[in-house]
């Protein structure tokens, strides 16, 4: 019996509890496998796949209590109909999965490799730029001049901003006063603005279905509630009828935004400290709090 338990033991350690050889090829897989579950992860957050992702979630963790409580018809509806979810999902997908292969052939998908978590660096767009777009609208508001600015945050606006014109400039509120000047080239449609630049101008935005929304408004506001319908972007709005300022996010619309308004939601945007917050989980702590530490021992000596 000694002998017995003596060979099962071994026979588990040699199974289980040894480590197995591993070899170059072994790590760069490894490597590989990670980066690409990475960018996927990254890839659904940056789109709308990221709340498709969710309710599909939901309905996985359907089918697991169906199982656990032994619901055979619905689980007899699954099995039919999982091979045409399969096809669903593709459809449903489309959209993303183009754009996707697209950036997969892009000459820069190398170096945004070498640029992982380069993105935890600092706030969204800085202070200086929260200023010069809150001085723009507040002017363009005091003109009733007609405008419509985006502003991005996670989600990837490139299918928007590639149906207008290309800027690529550093923001300044004279530049989009001077972009949104009535009887100009590039005054109709939307600007896009991804962190302190103005990228594209002219740009098309889908618009809202929603049936609540008053018939005061025209095709301005309902494309920037459109937007915000389907991204995380925050969606200025200056009506060029009466002069007042409008908010479109999350698929609402804040009504009549005063200056002190305005400027809270640009903050909000800038999304300090989300950012800090990932920079001390990806850094650890910075100069300040480093030297606050150091302050702080020499005090208790």
């Known amino acids: 019996m000694l002998s017995t338990v003596s060979n099962y033991l071994q026979n588990f350690i040699n199974k289980y509890m040894l480590m197995p050889e591993i070899y170059i090829s072994d790590i760069v897989e490894i490597v590989i ?5 990475y960018y996927v992860i990254l890839w659904f957050r940056k789109s709308r796949a990221w709340v498709l992702l969710k309710g599909i979630l939901v309905l996985v963790l359907f089918m697991v209590v169906a199982a656990m409580f032994h619901l055979t018809t619905i689980l007899w509806i699954v099995n039919k109909t999982l091979s045409a979810g399969i096809i669903a999902l593709v459809i449903i997908f489309q959209p993303e999965l183009r754009r996707a292969l697209e950036e997969l052939g892009k000459k820069n998908v190398l170096f945004k490799v070498m640029k992982i978590g380069n993105n935890l660096s600092e706030e969204r767009f800085s202070d200086k730029s929260l200023e010069e777009i809150a001085r723009a609208t507040l002017e363009m ?7 419509l600015m985006v502003i991005a945050q996670e989600h990837d606006l490139s299918q928007y901003s590639e149906t207008g014109i290309r800027i690529d400039a550093r923001i300044t509120s004279q530049l989009i006063i001077n972009i949104f000047e009535k009887n100009t080239p590039l005054h109709d449609g939307a600007m896009i ?22 018939k005061e408004f025209g095709t301005r506001h309902r494309a920037g509630l459109g937007l915000s319908e389907v991204t995380d972007s925050i969606v200025i709005i200056v009506s060029e009828e009466t002069g007042s300022i409008s908010i479109a996010k999350e698929g609402k619309l804040i009504r009549y935004a005063d200056a002190t308004i305005l400027k809270k939601e640009l903050s909000k ?4 400290e989300e950012i800090k917050t990932k920079k001390r989980f990806w850094k650890g702590k910075d100069r300040n709090e480093e030297s606050d530490d150091e302050n702080q021992n020499d005090s208790d000596k």
């Open 33 to 37: 496998i990670s980066v690409l579950i």
């Open 141 to 147: 508001a005091k003109a009733k001049t007609g405008a």
């Open 269 to 272: 945007a800038q999304a300090k």
């Open 193 to 214: 603005i991804e962190g302190d630049k103005i990228v594209s101008a002219t740009c098309y935005l889908p618009l809202s279905d929603s049936t609540s929304l008053s």
